[in-house]
Nanobody, 126 residues
């Protein structure tokens, strides 16, 4: 199994940037497809971004495309989400997720993932 711990959330102004991190333990991230999801109060958890197990391909939700960048650092065993031009509607708890997969496959559904972090709060004021 793999344990995931998110960090980097906080309170920012609209237009600001934040970089979220997801550190792994138990196993390395190199053999896992990874993704970021977010959930606002009263809303369903929604897809934000995903990356293949070897980091060769990415996919983004339309709402964040062009503003968010997902990446992974094998040396640090960490998944990142660089968020720029933040909007108030980006306010949510952000979760990282993982699924064991050695082939370069991207997953975008909540049910596609086996492992989840505890979440980190991102609040954007406008």
């Amino acid at each position: 199994q793999v344990q995931l711990v998110e960090s980097g959330g906080g309170l920012v102004q609209a237009g600001d940037s934040l970089r979220l991190s997801c550190a792994a333990s138990g196993r390395t991230l190199s053999n896992y497809a990874m993704g970021w999801f977010r959930q606002a109060p009263g809303k369903e958890r929604e897809f934000v971004a995903a990356i293949t197990s070897i980091g060769t391909a990415t996919k983004y939700a339309d709402s964040v495309k062009g503003r968010f960048t997902i990446s992974r650092d094998g040396a640090k065993l960490t998944l990142y989400l660089q968020m720029s031009s933040l909007k108030s509607e980006d306010t949510a708890v952000y979760y990282c997720a993982a699924r064991l997969r050695t082939v370069p496959v991207i997953y975008t559904g909540v049910k596609d993932y086996n492992y989840w972090g505890q979440g980190t709060q991102v609040t954007v004021s406008s």
